[in-house]
């Protein structure tokens, strides 16, 4: 079925229908009506898959998809243009400029998280740009799964864009087949195995992946400010998000008022039951649930800590001072659980910082100017926010993407386009001239060449 589905793909492709902006417009404008139209339905799958809050998942789902697709289609004519460069002198007379191409069928996968923003905001991208696609969205949220395998068929002939639910054994089949384009997000472990089967035909790749994001507040911060923040985007989505962060490092000054305000914080969200609150979503896997129980072992807990195995529910916990060989220091957390580390010298802080991989975000909540600058110029990650957590996610023309472990390449808005294009550099000669000095057997003496530095 993969192998026949590639094939529709291939000969799709090469009809050249995605070559015609028009018909990519199009298409995206259906997709956006049909979005519109099951806005609701997405939501409850979404809430069936880990009772994520109505709230979140309009805002961080439905209407980021939207957002973006109506920026698509707004500037996709403008983002297909060919662009001119300045001609070389040595080729004089010539037109010189980058046409934009898309890669072919492209391989989208996907995981639970954020389940459906996730599947549908690369497709974005990919169909701006002219490609065919293949979406394989994550089996851990199947409700999710299934509608935006419903909305694909709807919308879509399975030769344009199709979707292929399962696990991985159909992952494993997909990733055999050849692609023009692999866009994968999930984890840094999956991401080598996605890696991997991409070398095997030289396909070029965009991995989102995960990495522990650190979270510095220093003795400077506006602490409560920074706790109602740092509560925030630890919260959303109950800690399941990839640029959430992981732990907090904060000035030994300020650990105490920093601890209070953010159990103020927490019961001023979800109150004294959060288990009763409406916006705390779940944890979505067994297998995870299990993991973040484990993390808590051992450890001494400011605030929260209780779990409930019936629900997957996680209480949001402040962890003490963990030991950085504990399973909560070890890998990406992933979940509302947040360990805070007091410092005190800057020297201790850059041993802590120096740990681990490069992150997918860094945080840092400061009042001195200098030291945001210093921190934000001292590490590489992927992308951060000073004085707030998450928000650099929000702007279209930001390029979201890890680095180093938490991944290779960047989208969202012009950035996606690009992406998934390639960029074919192109020449017109004119004829009416042909300067010979380039040409054998070689007249001019080498004292010029040197001096010319460029013949051609
Ligand atoms: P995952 O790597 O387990 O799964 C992602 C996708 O890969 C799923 O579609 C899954 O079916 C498939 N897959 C799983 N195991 C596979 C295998 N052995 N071979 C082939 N395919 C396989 O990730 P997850 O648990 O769904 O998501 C959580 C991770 O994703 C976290 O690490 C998180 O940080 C990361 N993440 C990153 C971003 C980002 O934008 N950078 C966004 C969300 C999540």
Redesign the pocket.
């Known amino acids: 079925m993969v192998e026949q589905l590639v094939q529709f793909q291939n000969t799709f492709f090469a009809s050249q229908r995605t070559k015609e902006v028009h018909f990519r417009k199009q298409y995206l404008k259906r997709l956006q009506q049909e979005i519109l139209a099951q806005e609701d339905a997405i939501c409850d799958a979404i809430y069936a898959d880990f009772k994520k809050p109505r709230f979140e998942s309009l805002a961080t789902e439905t209407q980021l998809v939207l957002a973006e697709l109506r920026h698509a289609i707004k500037k996709v004519e403008e983002w297909s243009r060919p662009t001119s460069v300045a001609p070389s002198w040595t080729n004089f007379p010539s037109k010189e400029w980058i046409q934009l191409e898309p890669f072919g069928k492209v391989l989208i996968?996907?995981?639970?998280?954020?389940p459906f923003m996730?599947t549908i905001s690369p497709l974005i991208g990919a169909l701006a740009a002219g490609n065919t696609a293949v979406l394989?969205?994550?089996?851990?949220s199947p409700h999710t799964s299934a509608i935006i395998s419903a909305i694909v068929q709807k919308v879509f002939p399975p030769e344009y864009v199709a979707v292929v639910e399962g696990?991985?054994e159909v992952?494993?089949q997909l990733?055999a087949e050849k692609w023009e384009y692999i866009f994968?997000?999930?984890?840094?472990?999956?991401?080598k195995?996605?890696y991997k089967a991409a070398a095997e035909h030289l396909t070029p790749v965009t991995l989102?992946?995960?990495?522990k994001n650190p979270c510095i507040v220093d003795g400077t911060a506006n602490v409560s400010l920074a706790a109602k923040r740092i509560a925030w985007g630890k919260f959303i989505n109950a800690g399941q998000t990839?640029i959430a962060p992981d732990y907090i490092l904060v000035h030994n000054t300020q650990k105490e008022a920093f601890v209070e305000a953010m159990k103020a914080q927490i019961t001023a969200f979800y109150g004294q039951d959060i288990k009763q609150s409406a916006d705390f979503a779940r944890i979505t896997t067994e297998k995870h649930y299990q993991g973040l129980k484990a993390m808590l072992e051992g450890q001494r807990i400011l605030f929260g800590g209780h779990c409930d195995d019936g629900q997957r529910f996680v209480e949001p916990t402040l962890v003490d001072e963990p030991d950085w060989g504990s399973p909560v220091m070890e890998g990406?957390i992933?979940g509302p659980i947040l360990p805070i580390i007091s410092y005190e010298t800057e020297e201790e802080l850059h041993r802590n910082l120096s740990r681990y991989e490069k992150p997918?975000a860094f945080y840092v909540f400061s009042g001195d100017k200098k030291f945001q600058k210093r921190m934000m110029a001292q590490y590489p990650f992927g992308g951060g926010t000073i004085n707030d957590t998450v928000v650099h996610i929000s702007n279209k023309d930001l390029p979201?993407?890890?680095v180093g472990n938490?991944?290779i390449g960047g989208y969202h808005g012009k950035h996606s386009f690009d992406l998934f294009s390639h960029k074919k550099s192109l020449v017109r000669r004119g004829t009416w001239l042909d300067v010979p000095m380039r040409y054998a057997p070689y007249k001019i003496p080498i004292r010029w060449v040197k001096k010319f530095k460029h013949l051609f």
Not at 109 to 114: D, E, R
Not at 136 to 140: A, G, N, Q, R, V
Not at 208 to 211: A, D, R, V
């Open positions: 996968m996907a995981p639970w998280n954020y996730l394989k969205p994550s089996e851990l696990g991985v992952s494993t990733l994968f997000t999930g984890s840094t472990q999956v991401g195995i996605v989102e992946l995960g990495g990839c990406e992933f997918l979201f993407g890890g938490s991944g």
